[in-house]
């Protein structure tokens, strides 16, 4: 690794770091706690000013996809730069994918397994009706054009290098990354350091600019959860609240059983490594947004000792092809609808519905909509489904994407330093200062 390299490892480290012995009134992790408890007795108590305050939330929201595009391309090339040749990066590259592809089917078939044995939607009246604009509005955008795999694949290469940015397309942002981090690789040594050196100093700054957005997280929390519990709040909530609570424990039980054995087969610490990025997931539960802390944990990742290549690599493509919470949200949800309209599915259709999800899966964290629009998608492309179940089920979607956007963290944290492992790029040893950031 180059001493340019080693330089940004540094200032990355620096920056990271919080001021010992802070005092905890001070810390983003006790103010996020405190605005979500404030925005759920704002939504209970004024329900239609809460509905107002969605504007604090989508606001912090969009500086952060303002970021997330350009820290994706920069820390993705940076990482196949530092890496040094391609065969390392094929490695780790090749790796990742098989992982992530092994525990989303498990997390698939944990969700199929764990709304059979809950028995969502049975008992369940889908009345018609009461569609709300935005739910009608998205379940059209999934409804318009099922995506053949043909045309998933060509939507991945962009015909724009800008194009690819200013749509936030995150899939077309990676391949970008790779081909140019593949170029970094093919200039001479000489020309190598310039151009990393320069990129590493831009990297840097989006960082710094990360960080004053930050500021504005529990504003932004205290907005987003008082419109969830004020627009959609406790009627909707009170007529699904076993889909949520069921969907709850899967998601407590996907976590500690699944990924625990996973970080038992790696020999990893699944509880240390939560409370590492606590103040992560108090943010994306607020948020619930998995996006609103990306630009921190590639930050963050390389002080839990994770060499800074693989994080560049390996976090930005999980965010497209490894997103557990949504896996088990679009599972659970076909055997809710299952239930709730008496339709039977066979275990031919289930492994059709398994094989359809891990296509249209990919990229769902960049959707407008997320998890909802490509669960809609789904339903749509099966033909097995009344599609007008999707839209009541979007009355308690804000609450179940918060647990879901969670998951997806934690997912990928685990899975970046599993990666990590298995290609000898996790060094516990250089872990800095973690008893003092905590």
Not at 43 to 63: H, N, Y
Request: net charge neutral.
């Amino acid at each position: 690794m180059t001493n340019h390299t080693h330089t940004l490892e540094q200032e990355a480290s620096s920056y990271a770091s919080s001021p010992p012995k802070k005092a905890f009134w001070k810390g983003l992790g006790f103010q996020i706690a405190v605005s979500m408890i404030l925005g759920i007795l704002v939504g209970f108590l004024w329900p239609e000013f809460a509905t107002s305050l969605k504007l604090l939330g989508d606001i912090f929201l969009r500086l952060i996809k303002s970021a997330v595009a350009p820290l994706i391309f920069l820390t993705v090339a940076l990482g196949i730069g530092a890496a040094g040749d391609i065969k390392q990066v094929g490695k780790v590259g090749l790796s990742a994918i098989i992982y992530f592809e092994i525990v989303s089917t498990i997390a698939i078939l944990f969700g199929f397994g764990m709304g059979e044995l809950f028995s969502v939607g049975s008992g369940t009246v889908l009345a018609e009706g009461s569609v709300s604009a935005q739910a009608s509005s998205l379940i059209q955008a999934s409804h318009a054009s099922p995506k053949s795999f043909a045309q998933f694949f060509l939507e991945i290469f962009p015909d724009s290098f800008m194009g690819a940015f200013s749509s936030n397309n995150l899939l077309q942002v990676l391949v970008l990354a790779l081909m140019f981090g593949f170029g970094i690789l093919l200039l001479k040594e000489k020309e190598r350091v310039v151009v990393e050196k320069g990129l590493n100093f831009i990297a840097h700054a989006f960082f710094k600019f990360i960080h004053v957005i930050m500021l504005l997280a529990p504003i932004g929390t205290f907005g987003a959860i008082a419109y969830a519990v004020g627009s959609n709040g406790v009627d909707m909530l009170i007529k699904l609240t076993w889909l949520v609570a069921a969907f709850y424990i899967t998601l407590i039980l996907f976590v500690v059983v699944v990924l625990g054995a996973v970080c038992l087969v790696f020999k990893l610490n699944l509880f240390d490594i939560i409370k590492f990025i606590k103040e992560e997931l108090y943010i994306t539960f607020g948020t619930a947004s998995s996006e609103s802390v990306l630009p921190r944990l590639l930050e963050k990742l390389p002080k839990y000792g994770v060499s800074r290549q693989t994080v560049g690599l390996v976090l930005p493509t999980g965010y497209a092809f490894n997103l557990d919470g949504t896996s088990i949200y679009m599972s659970m949800g076909v055997i809710f609808l299952a239930n709730a309209y008496g339709i039977p599915l066979s275990l031919d259709q289930l492994f059709g519905i398994l094989l359809i999800m891990l296509l249209t899966s990919k990229g769902a964290a960049t959707v407008s909509g997320g998890a909802f629009v490509v669960f809609a998608a789904t339903i749509t492309t099966t033909g097995l489904l009344p599609l007008e179940g999707v839209a009541v089920m979007f009355g308690v979607y804000r609450f179940m994407s918060m647990a879901l956007a969670v998951t997806n963290i934690i997912g990928n944290t685990v899975a970046t330093i599993a990666v990590a492992k298995i290609n000898r790029e996790y060094h516990p040893s250089r872990r800095q200062q973690l008893d003092d950031d905590e």
